[in-house]
Structure formats: structure tokens, C-alpha cells
């Protein structure tokens, strides 16, 4: 048996190395966890920006790993709080015909077939089309997206439909509308779905503001809200097995009921206390879980919280969170019954800070049970980090790296590639050239093995 960290202890190595984010807070720092492909977070100066990538991929083909040269046009027209990006790709190769040599385009990239329709191809052209950021009174996006949050995230937190890049591009659409947009603070709704070709990943969450009109001190801004999620294909990206025939799960569904309380919002310090009661009935019964907690920011680049989690039986908090789309089974598993795990009482925290205008941007979150056990996975700590170094901070170089590790039993298994996901891009940029490396780490828990991924890739901006 392993020995378990304390909790207190991980606490500290969160306080210390890491960073995190709220998730009422979100502001205008919220997209940093975007890969080299989309950089409509802040956007290029007004205008027209065209970025031109080469390089190579390969695919599997028949069993056979083939390579491709690779050509990709990303133009961007970006005009105050509006942004297009486009991204065209070729990829092709030279192949050698009874002595003469002959181009050779990939046509899964543009021919629809059994795996992939009209709208898994073409969709993707759109990098991104979006306007003003999330938490203003009006935000839209459109493309890949990489921190979906619905209300406190007790359902949704930080979901990303941008896991497969570069191999697949996913297009999704976040779309939030606030009532003070027109002068009607009453009402406002915030939407998400994953992937606009598959509909699978949805939800919305609609909230009231009822005693804004009246002259209470401080609760007339309570804000009560309802969160509905859904995954219409839960066995999407895996086959699902259940002895030897084939399973199809059913959809996953779940809803909440929230609060969100502002007790202190002044330019240098901002508190909120906020509650989230969830259901998801999945399997035989209701399950449910309770979150209450507060959190803020302070001195403008600051965000912290703290959370209080009571969960019942087989309830999994955050369902939707970062790296959803590679552990949908097990989730379902959890979801469905078809894993048990008890309910316990936990907690989780965060913290963030954002420095200079987004130059360096780090946020971390930490949760775990109050009694962790190695015979309950789901009862031990959860790590999740990001860091972003922007241009001009260190000459000619700039990245992100994101770090998602579940299942801590010791300080050793911090760092361990199991139950893992890193992914990073690397940028180093002379003149109008930028030359990419981009590396993932992926667990694959169906058969317990990891496998990494990197690309290399070069572009010029004009």
C-alpha cells in the first residue's frame, strides 16, 4: 500500500507552485491554454494577419504509417471586438508512377466519408470566429475552445474540444449573452456545445438576478441560476464493451441548481460566496453532490478559491472538465453504475495570477477527499496547471504547457506519465518565422498504457 500525501501537504505544494482560477471570475485572461494553431485570445493588432505553416504529419494508412508535406494558409481579420481566423491545410506528397512523378493529395482531408461528414471536414476551416471575451455582457466563439465553464463548474470547468490537435480539429461554439447588454440586468444565459458537426457535448445555464432593481445592500445582486449538460455520444472516440457484444451507452444528462453571492466588489480586492447542488441520474438512482464555496480576485492579477465538495455515491464532480474527451468511458463507467464509487467529503482549491497584460499567465487547481484512500481513486487528489509565457518576456521564445494529473497517491506519483495528460507547444520566432514544436503526453486508461505525440512545424506571419 502506498503511502498517501496528507492533504495539507498538497495544499502547500498548490499554494507554492501553481496557480489557479475561479470559475466566476472569469475575465478577459481566461483563454490561455490555446495551442499554436488559434491565437484569437487578445488577437493580432486591428486589421489582417496571414500566417503560413510548413512542415510534415503522418497518418495511418492501412496499417502503414505514411508522411505528408504539409501546407497550411491561416488568414486573421480581426476589427475591434471581433475576430475571424481561417485555416486552410494541404497536405500532400510526391509518389514515384512507373518512373514519373505525380502529386498526390490526402483526400480524407477533404472527401466525406463513413467516419467523417460534410461538417467534421469543412467546419474545422473556421479556426475561429468569436466576438469580445467570456464574463462580458455579450461573448461568442466559435472554433476550438479550451476552458468551457458553465456557471461555478460543478458540472462544466474548463472542458476543451482541442485535445486532438493537430491530428483532428474540433469546432465548437461558446455563446453567452448578459441582460445589462441592453439595459435589463434581470436575465442572462450562457451556451456551450463541443463540436457543432456532432452536437455531442452541450449545455446552457440560465440565471436570474431577481432583487437587482431594489436598494438592498449587498443581496441585491445574488445571482440564481440553472445548469443543464448533456453528451449525446458518450462512446465517442471509443468502442464500448461490455463481454462480447457490442454496448451503446445512453446519453449522459445532469442539472443543477446555484447561487452566486457577491459580498465585496471593490478594483482591488472582490469576494463571492457561491453554492451548487447537482444531479445526474445515471444508473438506477439520483445521484448528487453539493459544492459550496468562495472565491475572487485581488490587486487586479490575482484569483483564488476555495471549495467545500459533498458528494453521494457514484456522483463525479466537474463531469465535464479538461480532459473529458479522453476519459469518457471511464466517466460513463461512474456515471452509468457500471463503476462503484462511495461518496465522501472534499475540498478544492485554486489560485491564479496574470502578469503583464498576459505576458505570464499560471492558474492551478487542486481537489481532493478530506480522507483520501488508494483503494478509491476517485477519493484521491487531482492536479491541474497551466502556464503560458507570452512574447516579448524572453527574447524570441514563447509557450504554454498545461499539466492534468489525477489519482496522486504520493509525492512520487506527482509526476508519474499514469493517469496523466501534458500538453505543451514550444515557439521560438526570428524575424516574421515561428518555429513550433508541439508534444503531448496521453494516458489511455482502456489498457493502461501512455502515448506521446510532437509535431514540428514552421511558419511566417505577414
Sequence with gaps: MKRLYPSGVLLLILLFTITPLFAQEETDTQETQETAEDVSDGGPAPGFNMTIELGAESFNEDGEQVTYQRLGLNP??????????????????????????????REED?????????????????????????????????????????????IMANYSNSLFL???????????????????PYVGIETFVGNLAQLDVIGSRVYVRP????QLPVIKNIQLGITGAADTQPDANYDFERGSDTYTPDNVSMFSFDFIQPLLQKPVFSLSLYGDT????????????????????????????????????????????????????SKYDIYSGATEIPGYAGWQASLG???????????????????????????????????????????????????????????????DPEDAVILANLNYKTGPAVITLGYTLRYVPEDGSWETTAKLSSSISM
Design 278 to 329: 447537482a444531479f445526474q441520474p445515471g444508473g438506477d438512482e439520483l445521484n448528487n453532490g453539493v459544492l459550496i464555496g468562495v472565491g475572487g480576485e485581488a490587486l487586479s492579477f490575482l484569483s483564488y478559491g476555495l471549495n467545500s465538495l459533498f458528494l453521494g455515491d457514484n456522483f463525479a464532480p466537474f463531469y465535464f472538465d479538461g480532459t473529458y474527451d479522453l476519459y469518457r468511458q
Design 211 to 214: 432583487l437587482i432593481a431594489t
Design 76 to 105: 486573421e481579420f480581426v476589427m475591434g471586438k471581433v475576430g475571424i481566423g481561417l485555416g486552410l491545410t494541404l497536405h500532400y506528397r510526391f509518389v514515384d508512377d512507373e518512373g514519373d512523378s505525380t502529386l498526390d493529395f
Design 353 to 415: 495570477f496574470n502578469l503583464l497584460s498576459d505576458t505570464i499567465v499560471f492558474k492551478t487547481s487542486l481537489d481532493a477527499a478530506f480522507k483520501p484512500e488508494t483503494d478509491t481513486p476517485s477519493t484521491l487528489p487531482h492536479l491541474r496547471s497551466t502556464l503560458k509565457v507570452g512574447e516579448g518576456l524572453i527574447p524570441g521564445i514563447f509557450f504554454d504547457v498545461t499539466y492534468d494529473k489525477k489519482n496522486i497517491g504520493d509525492f512520487e506519483e506527482l509526476f
Design 166 to 184: 493537430p491530428e483532428k480539429r474540433i469546432v465548437g461554439l461558446a455563446f453567452d449573452v448578459d441582460g445589462q447588454l441592453v439595459q435589463f
Design 110 to 154: 477533404w472527401i466525406p466519408d463513413e467516419n467523417n461528414s460534410f461538417l467534421d471536414i469543412y467546419l474545422p476551416l473556421f479556426r475561429y470566429v468569436r466576438y469580445g471575451q467570456k464574463g462580458q455582457p455579450l461573448y461568442a466563439k466559435i472554433g476550438s475552445i479550451s476552458d468551457a465553464t458553465l456557471g461555478t463548474g460543478f
